[in-house]
C-alpha cells in the first residue's frame, strides 16, 4: 500500500482561509475513489521561513490507484489550489510505501 503524502507550508495571512479550506478539500480527493482514507496532521516544527506546516497523508487502495489519481484528478486540484493561494502556500509531494503496521495489544 502507497501513502500519498502532501506537505504544505501556509503563510500566516492566508491561514485560517486554508485550513477551511483544506477540510472541504480532503473529503472531494477521498471522492475521486483513488484513496481509503486521509490523514490531516500539524508538524510541530518552527520553520525558519515562518508560516504553519501541515501534512495531509492519503493511503492508496494500491500503486495503479495513485497512478490513475495522478492522471484523471490531480491536474485540476492542483491548478485549483494554485488559482486559489498562488504563492502563499509552498506544497511537495512524497510517495510511502508501508512495509508493516504494528499496533499494541493489552492483555
Given at each position: 500500500m502507497i501513502i500519498?503524502?502532501?506537505?504544505?507550508?501556509?503563510?500566516?495571512?492566508?491561514h485560517d482561509e486554508w485550513l477551511i479550506w483544506i477540510k472541504e478539500h480532503i473529503p472531494q480527493v477521498l471522492a475521486t475513489g483513488k484513496f481509503e482514507k486521509a490523514t490531516l496532521t500539524k508538524v510541530l516544527v518552527d520553520e525558519e521561513m515562518g508560516g504553519v506546516t501541515y501534512s495531509v497523508q492519503y493511503k492508496s487502495y494500491s500503486r495503479e490507484a495513485l497512478d490513475a489519481f495522478y492522471r484523471e484528478d490531480a491536474p485540476a486540484f492542483r491548478a485549483e489550489i494554485s488559482k486559489k493561494f498562488g504563492d502563499k502556500m509552498l506544497a511537495f509531494r512524497t510517495e510511502l510505501e508501508i512495509l508493516d503496521e504494528y499496533s499494541v495489544t493489552f492483555k
Open positions: 500519498y503524502n502532501v506537505t504544505s507550508n501556509i503563510d500566516e495571512t492566508i
